[in-house]
């Protein structure tokens, strides 16, 4: 049975002087970001909204939270991390297990053996042109971990803070967080961007 892995996208927005800011996170190596990320098994949506919009922004209360849309994507030539994933030298778990892939990260196909799949992942130095491959994970890993295709739902939550501009460390790095205003916002990493539409609409709905 193909396995599918839920996603979630969250748009902070916040009323100042009478315009509607968007709460974007500037990555140290990957550009400018939404919020964004993998919902738990036996987590529902709204909740991992909820959670994932805590754990990234630091915000602790929202005055709403709404889904606005739903995205569907098939992989080719890419699979996603369905439950962490143990990597293994050959496509037998009683090679040497040399490395583990959390669930969320998306790697790439390279081939199929029996029940295994030989991955690959891949972080450059910096995003979107990256210089050189920094980091990089080739191992093979039994197709159970593995998913195919994605759901990712969109909510809006809506955010009473007065904090203009802070710093939160996550996996061992700091993200900066900024307010925009959403008819002027900087160009966000691809293929986040296209998310946006999900939030204009709403946006112009409640104009």
């Given at each position: 049975m193909e396995k599918v892995l839920e996603k979630v996208t969250c748009f902070i927005t916040r009323k100042k002087d009478n315009k509607s800011e968007l709460l974007l996170i500037q990555h140290p190596n990957a550009g400018i970001q939404i919020p964004a990320?993998?919902?738990?098994?036996n987590e529902d949506f709204h909740q991992a909204a909820i959670r994932e919009a805590i754990e990234e922004t630091g915000l602790q209360e929202f005055v709403s939270c709404?889904?606005?849309?739903?995205?569907?994507?098939?992989?080719?030539?890419?699979?996603?991390?369905?439950?962490?994933?143990?990597?293994?030298?050959?496509?037998d778990i009683s090679s040497f297990q040399w490395a583990e892939i959390r669930r969320g990260i998306t790697v790439l196909h390279e081939r199929n053996q029996g029940q295994f799949?030989?991955?690959?992942?891949?972080?450059g130095d910096k995003f979107p042109e990256p210089n050189y491959v920094t980091y990089q994970i080739t191992g093979w890993t039994e197709k159970l971990n593995l998913a195919s295709k994605v759901t990712r739902q969109f909510y809006h939550l809506q955010s009473n803070s007065y904090l203009d501009?802070?710093?939160?460390?996550?996996?061992?790095?700091?993200?900066?967080?900024?307010?925009?205003?959403?008819?002027?916002?900087?160009?966000?990493?691809?293929?986040?961007?296209?998310?946006?539409?999900?939030?204009?609409?709403?946006?112009?709905?409640?104009d």
């Open positions: 990320g993998t919902v738990e098994i709404k889904r606005i849309g739903k995205q569907e994507q098939n992989l080719e030539g890419k699979y996603i991390i369905f439950d962490k994933a143990k990597i293994y030298s050959r496509p799949v030989q991955i690959t992942y891949k972080e501009e802070w710093e939160i460390e996550t996996d061992n790095q700091n993200f900066k967080l900024c307010w925009y205003p959403i008819d002027n916002l900087p160009h966000v990493v691809s293929p986040q961007n296209e998310w946006l539409q999900y939030l204009l609409r709403e946006m112009n709905n409640l």
